[in-house]
Every structure is written in C-alpha cells, then in structure tokens.
T-cell receptor, first 115, second 113 residues
Framework: GNSVTQMEGPVTLSEEAFLTINCTYT??????LFWYVQYPGEGLQLLLK?????DKGSNKGFEATYRKETTSFHLEKGSVQVSDSAVYFC??????????????FGKGTHLIIQP | DAGITQSPRHKVTETGTPVTLRCHQT?????MYWYRQDPGHGLRLIHY???????DKGEVSDGYSVSRSKTEDFLLTLESATSSQTSVYFC????????????FGNGTRLTVT
C-alpha cells in the first residue's frame, strides 16, 4: 500500500536559518505529491504540489522537487521566519486508484522558529 | 478559501451517545472526505464520498457511518461514541480534475467523556 514517512520533530530553528524537512514515500502507482501546512486551530492548507518526476513545486519561498529515483519530496526554504512556525504534512495521491480515495499523509513535522 | 463549513466546531459528549458532525461545501465538488487527526498518527481517512449516496470506507471506519443525500452535505455519525473517538475531525473536498489537491475545513474538536 501507499505510505509517507517524514520526521516528526519538533524541529527548532532560528529565524533566517535554512530549512529542510525530509519526506519519502512508497506508492504502487504514479503519485502526485503535496505539502500542506497547518497553523494552530486551523485546517490544512495546500502549500505546494508536484505531479510528475522532476517537477518542482514552489510557494511562499518554499520549494520541493519530486525525485522518483529516491522516492523523495523534501521541503526546503532558504530563510525561515517566525511566521513559518506550524505543522507541515507531506502527502501523496495515487492516481491509479482513480483519485476518489483521497490522500495518504505523513504524520506531520512540527516546526518552531525562534526569533 | 474553499467554501467548506464544519459544524459544530467544538463538542463534548458522553460515552455511548450518538453524535453527528456536518460538513457543508459551496464548491459543488464531487469528492468529499472525513479524516481524523491524532497526535502521532497524522491524518487518517475515515470515509469518503464520490457522489450523492456513493460512499466508501477509509482505513479507520469502524464505529463511524456517513451519509451524503445532497452534493453539498456530508455527514459523519458516531453511532455510540467512545473515548477512543476523542479527536479533531476534518472534512475535505476535491475537484474532479486529475491531481487536484484536497481543500480542508477548519475542523471539529470532539471530546468524549
């Protein structure tokens, strides 16, 4: 079956530090990959996505590249801010199932940025 | 923001009582989902719907039922609530375009005492 593995944290960084959150996946088909962000008390918001190998998704200074050879989709940001403190979820969608059955999520990485 | 409203936002109930959570969307999307979020488990799919009266089970469906009588509404029912069902419940919707992302509501925090 499908699965997503990511570090759970908390990951604590200083403001302006470089961020990497690792995500690796197992899928039976040809998945699309997503990063979601969750701020306290809110639902998940789509941060970025990539739909095929070597695609790079980007948004708000965050980037992730779909690496089929290493089955990875690591999230990066060059200079984090306190406002980036949140929980980040990596997820996949296996299109071979027709798309109806939702996404498979990792357990989430809690990121804390200190001023 | 995608038009998704979950109600109630918070609920406290007693073990053994029935509970219904509601998800309402204004996007006319075909696919709707119920997830639960728990520490150490991330999000787990409970049930999903691919059209009116068309639903299917997710990975943690035991103790839950769903109904979808209209495109815009997807109800999650706990027939007899247990303490293990204390969680935050999220509804999500998805368009029909290939590789469409999920859009989430703001969640319902349910406590079963």
């Amino acid at each position: 079956g499908n699965s997503v593995t990511q570090m759970e944290g908390p990951v604590t960084l200083s403001e302006e530090a470089f961020l990497t959150i690792n995500c690796t996946y197992t899928a039976t088909g040809y998945p699309s990959l997503f990063w979601y962000v969750q701020y306290p008390g809110e639902g998940l918001q789509l941060l970025l996505k990539a739909t095929k190998a070597d695609d790079k998704g980007s948004n708000k200074g965050f980037e992730a590249t779909y690496r089929k050879e290493t089955t990875s989709f690591h999230l990066e940001k060059g200079s984090v801010q306190v406002s980036d403190s949140a929980v980040y979820f990596c997820a996949l969608s296996d299109s071979s199932g027709g798309g109806a059955d939702g996404l498979t999520f990792g357990k989430g990485t809690h990121l804390i940025i200190q001023p | 923001d995608a038009g998704i409203t979950q109600s109630p936002r918070h609920k406290v109930t007693e073990t053994g009582t029935p509970v219904t959570l509601r998800c309402h969307q204004t996007e006319n999307h075909r696919y709707m989902y119920w997830y639960r979020q728990d520490p150490g488990h991330g999000l787990r799919l409970i049930h999903y719907s691919y059209g009116v009266k068309d639903t299917d089970k997710g990975e943690v469906s035991d103790g839950y039922s769903v109904s979808r009588s209209k495109t815009e509404d997807f109800l999650l029912t706990l027939e007899s609530a247990t303490s293990s069902q204390t969680s935050v419940y999220f509804c999500a919707i998805r368009g029909q375009t290939d590789n469409s992302p999920l859009h989430f509501g703001n969640g319902t925090r349910l406590t079963v005492t």
